[in-house]
């Protein structure tokens, strides 16, 4: 069992950037596809990035960047440090939200799909990202 915990948000205008991270404690991350999450005011929280686990083979699953995130967020991971990144780039004021990071050892990222909340066993406290226009 891995316990989450995400770090990184905050206030920042829009056509900046952030880096949040995603650290477990308890376990390493590499067995576990990861997703990222967010929830705007009001709003369901909806995934928007997935990925295969560190130590998947390299044919078996993918990355999957919803399209309003595509060609600006970029997720990256280092299992050695068991945290996983996600660099948010060119952020717009619907970017908004409290973003969550998520992990699970069944889960698989085909690349093509939305990660769903109830897919995932693991979830960080989540962090808050402002975005000021």
Same mark, same amino acid.
């Given at each position: 069992?891995? !316990? &989450?915990?995400?770090?990184?948000?905050? *206030?920042?205008?829009?056509?900046?950037?952030?880096? &949040?991270? @995603?650290?477990? +404690?308890?376990?390493? *991350?590499? +067995?576990?596809?990861?997703?990222?999450?967010? #929830?705007?005011?009001?709003?369901?929280?909806?995934?928007? *990035? @997935?990925?295969?686990?560190? %130590?998947? &083979?390299?044919?078996?699953?993918?990355?999957?960047?919803? %399209?309003?995130?595509?060609?600006?967020?970029?997720?990256?991971? %280092? %299992?050695?440090?068991?945290?996983?990144?996600?660099?948010?780039?060119? *952020?717009?004021?619907?970017?908004?939200?409290?973003?969550? @990071?998520?992990?699970?050892?069944?889960?698989?990222?085909?690349?093509? #799909? +939305?990660?769903?909340?109830?897919?995932? !066993?693991?979830?960080?406290?989540?962090? #808050?990202?402002?975005?000021?226009?």
């Amino acid at each position: 069992q891995v !316990e &989450l915990v995400e770090s990184g948000g905050g *206030l920042v205008q829009a056509g900046g950037s952030l880096r &949040l991270s @995603c650290a477990a +404690s308890g376990g390493t *991350l590499d +067995s576990y596809a990861i997703g990222w999450f967010r #929830q705007a005011a009001g709003k369901e929280r909806e995934g928007f *990035l @997935c990925t295969k686990p560190g %130590d998947a &083979l390299p044919h078996y699953g993918g990355t999957y960047y919803a %399209d309003s995130v595509k060609g600006r967020f970029t997720i990256s991971r %280092d %299992d050695a440090k068991s945290t996983v990144y996600l660099q948010m780039n060119s *952020l717009e004021p619907g970017d908004t939200a409290i973003y969550y @990071c998520a992990a699970d050892l069944t889960y698989y990222c085909s690349g093509d #799909q +939305s990660p769903k909340t109830y897919e995932f !066993e693991y979830w960080g406290q989540g962090t #808050q990202v402002t975005v000021s226009s």
